[in-house]
């Protein structure tokens, strides 16, 4: 085989850092079946949300914009609890103003104008993402409430109003170059409709879309952005026969809002993330007509509130639950995971807000993901003596070799461990470590460092440059992984090769 064919094989490995005053070691069994993919992810399998409306101010920002275009290829999904209170500033809402509320947003109607359409269309574009437009599925109803923190939801008194939404429809249509390639209807609203409601809304739209784009060039429809615990709702959505969709999209906040390093730190409560999507799998997958549509997790964070959010979420220590949630996601069939946001002030982003604009340490491992990782996704075994040991397995992200590359969780606070990796690999003496530690073996520290050296962003008049990423090479005679407690990254085998890769080309 010529080597432009060949392609490398990736296995992700997440472990946890920490300095013990005592630190035991253990030899752990990790077998990687590299005859069969699994799953494949799209390219985009990391990807990110924004709300509406972004400032002026953030979507200018050559900062913001070189920053997310190192997460290409990736989607942005525009959309959250503002676009069931979002106006369209078009046709007869033209002149649109905003109305103030005290409820549970700060306003209980925002406009969307053509300028902050262009200015999304035009941002997407700089940052090398597609756009997912976000429709109200709530306009002349008000605000539907965030049924969150005690807040109630707000059941719709009456049919979906169309109105609105068809004047943006017939704008997009007199301008392509202002049209999002993917559209979804409403947020959360499971609370507030019923799956029957829903899938005549979902009908209701798609027939606008048609009559539209008669010729069939229409945005790309997704649906449903729900909860995670809707199984029950998202039966009944699939039995009353919503239009096809291009992906079944729902929201995923496992960790609720009791985010703490103890549950974060627990694999019991990581592994919730897999049940829910087994359990939209299976429904999926036995509904006639909707068996082949892909799960599409387009809002995601490690938590969506609690005291504790605001101090993780920006840590080394929130880390743990993303790099084991987009390696465990990946091997339940999920097509593709949306962190929300890309940018703010507050939760779980991977860049704070303006001005500062500065990465978090999860944008770090999103980059190396993005770098190291692609989408071929392999099994990973993990004897059962070691719980606290989560190892993924991927084909990595190069079209020239057939390597893999491990990414290892080691959630233990005073055990390393000796992976001794079984499988028909090839030869893996040569690994590549991209280690992710915490600054002062802190792991609610901000500040992250690659093998050792502090990730941060360059910039010299007014360019912005990335850190190093070099991987810290070594050579291990029996292949044996070293995994140090409580810390996480990648190890890349340069030398490996195997054959569910070469199937994958």
């Not at 046709?91 to 969307?112: D, I, V, Y």
């Not at 169309?162 to 979804?184: C, E, G, V, Y």
């Not at 910039?459 to 440059?465: A, F, M, N, P, V």
């Amino acid at each position: 085989m010529s080597k432009g064919n060949i392609k490398m094989f990736v296995v992700f490995v997440i472990f946890s850092f920490f300095t013990p005053i005592k630190c035991k070691t253990e030899d752990v069994i990790v077998t990687i079946d590299g005859e069969e993919k699994i799953f494949t992810t799209s390219a985009g399998y990391l990807s990110f949300n924004e709300e509406f409306t972004p400032s002026v101010e953030y979507t200018s920002s050559p900062k913001l914009q070189f920053l997310a275009r190192q997460l290409s290829p990736s989607y942005l999904r525009l959309g959250g609890n503002s676009a069931d209170i979002t106006v369209y500033g078009v046709g007869k809402e033209s002149n649109c103003r905003p109305q103030n509320n005290s409820g549970a947003h700060s306003l209980k109607e925002q406009c969307f104008f053509p300028a902050d359409m262009e200015r999304m269309i035009n941002f997407t574009s700089a940052i090398k993402a597609d756009l997912i437009f976000d429709l109200n599925e709530y306009y002349s109803y008000g605000d539907p409430g965030s049924g969150k923190n005690g807040g109630q939801r707000t059941k719709r008194p009456g049919p979906l109003n169309t109105s609105n939404m068809i004047d943006l429809l017939r704008f997009w249509k007199a301008h392509p170059s202002l049209t999002p390639p993917r559209i979804t209807l409403g947020n959360e609203l499971a609370s507030n409709l019923s799956p029957e409601t829903s899938a005549s809304d979902f009908w209701d739209l798609r027939k606008a879309m048609d009559g539209i784009w008669p010729e069939g060039d229409a945005p790309i429809l997704m649906g449903v952005d729900m909860w995670w615990e809707n199984a029950t709702w998202l039966k009944g959505f699939l039995s009353s026969k919503p239009p096809p969709l291009a992906a079944l999209t729902w929201h995923l906040y496992s960790l609720d809002c009791v985010v703490t390093e103890e549950r974060i730190l627990d694999p019991t409560v990581l592994d919730r993330c897999a049940t829910f999507a087994d359990s939209y799998n299976t429904i999926v997958q036995s509904s006639s007509g909707y068996s082949q549509t892909p799960l599409w997790i387009t809002e995601t964070g490690v938590g969506w509130g609690g005291a504790s959010l605001d101090k993780i979420a920006p840590s080394y220590l929130d880390g743990f639950w993303f790099l084991d949630q987009a390696g465990l996601l990946a091997t339940h069939n999920v097509l593709v995971q949306h962190r929300h946001a890309l940018a703010c002030s507050w939760g779980p982003c991977f860049i704070s807000g303006v001005p500062t604009l500065t990465p978090r340490p999860d944008y770090w491992s999103a980059l190396l993901w993005k770098k190291i990782v692609g989408a071929v996704v392999l099994n990973a075994t993990v004897e059962k003596k070691a719980p606290k040991l989560r190892v993924y397995a991927h084909c990595a992200n190069n079209n020239s070799s057939n390597n893999f590359v491990l990414i290892v969780i080691n959630l233990d606070l005073e055990t390393s461990y000796n992976i001794n990796l079984q499988g028909n690999l090839g030869n893996i003496s040569t690994q590549e470590y991209y280690w992710l530690t915490p600054e002062a073996s802190n792991i609610t520290s901000s500040t992250i460092r690659l093998n050792d050296k502090v990730l941060g962003l360059g910039e010299k008049d007014g360019e912005y440059t990335l850190p190093s990423l070099a991987p810290n090479k070594k050579y291990s005679m029996n292949g044996v992984v070293v995994i140090p407690p409580r810390s996480y990254g990648f190890i890349h085998f340069p030398n490996s090769e195997v054959n569910a890769c070469k199937k994958a080309k």
